[in-house]
Every structure is written in structure tokens, then in C-alpha cells.
């Protein structure tokens, strides 16, 4: 049984190790100061980030999403943008990226936002395979300046 539900203040010591797993599977460095800026955001109700995980019958965390919720300039509502989704290496294939992604979906839908994005790199196929059941990818190509 999986159970996804908001990411609480005492979750941190189990949450970073997988903040860095996710960090390390993209070989990303984020320094420590966007790290703490993030998880302060994930757990404050004030904030457009929702920080969610995804537990174990156990109560061991197995995944985390962090989405961030943003006004548009094609729609009325607000969209939701999946920025960050990771499952542990032990856990994949359990169906835990799915039930992150049916959690935001119910939340979304719920909130009446117009909708839920997200992007993975081309060669992520193991969530390229998650993300096909839900759409096709819609051929956009991303730009990114680094300031």
C-alpha cells in the first residue's frame, strides 16, 4: 500500500536523502542555500510549492513531487507545474511515481487549476514510460539561461 500526503517539517531527515538521490540522478548541484530555500517553501501553506511524498505500508518515505503553483497567461486559472518528482532506486516499479502524479492530479482538479506540466529529459525512459500514459510529450524544446 502507497499513501501520498504532504511533506511535514519532521519528514526533513527523511526527505533529503532522497533531495540528493534526485539531485545526483541529474547531476545537478544545488547549493545548499536553494536547498534549504526549497524545503522551507515545501512546508510552508503559504507558499506556491506543494511538497508531497509517497510513503510505504511502513511510513518509510519512497518518493517526493515538488510542484509549483503559478498564474498563466493562456488561461483564468492557475497552473501547476511538476518540478521535481523521484522515487528511491528500491522502490521504483512499485507504482509510487504514479500515485505522486494521481495525488497532484486530484489536487489539481480539486483547486480548479487549468493545468498540470511537467518535463523529464528525452533519455529519462523509465519516466518517459510513466509520463506517456498520461500524454504525448508536446514537441516543445526548453530554452534556460543560468543568471
Not at 10 to 27: I, K
Not at 54 to 75: E, Q
Not at 99 to 120: N, P
Request: net charge neutral; aromatic share 12%; proline share 4%.
Amino acid at each position: 500500500m502507497i499513501s501520498v500526503r504532504a511533506l511535514g517539517a519532521a519528514d526533513y531527515v527523511d526527505w533529503r536523502p532522497l533531495w540528493d538521490g534526485y539531485c545526483a540522478f541529474y547531476r545537478a548541484r544545488v547549493p545548499e542555500l536553494a536547498t534549504a530555500a526549497t524545503w522551507a517553501a515545501a512546508i510552508d501553506p503559504d507558499k506556491p510549492i506543494w511538497g508531497r511524498v509517497a510513503c510505504l505500508d511502513d511510513g518509510k518515505l519512497a518518493g517526493f513531487s515538488l510542484s509549483v503553483v503559478h498564474p498563466t497567461t493562456w488561461k483564468s486559472e492557475p497552473s501547476c507545474y511538476l518540478e521535481d518528482l523521484f522515487v528511491v532506486q528500491e522502490a521504483r516499479g512499485m507504482g509510487i511515481g504514479r500515485a505522486l502524479i494521481e495525488d497532484l492530479l486530484t489536487l489539481t482538479q480539486k483547486r480548479g487549476y487549468s493545468r498540470l506540466y511537467w518535463h523529464t529529459h528525452a533519455d529519462n525512459a523509465a519516466a518517459r514510460r510513466l509520463y506517456d500514459r498520461y500524454g504525448q510529450a508536446d514537441g516543445f524544446v526548453r530554452y534556460q539561461l543560468e543568471l
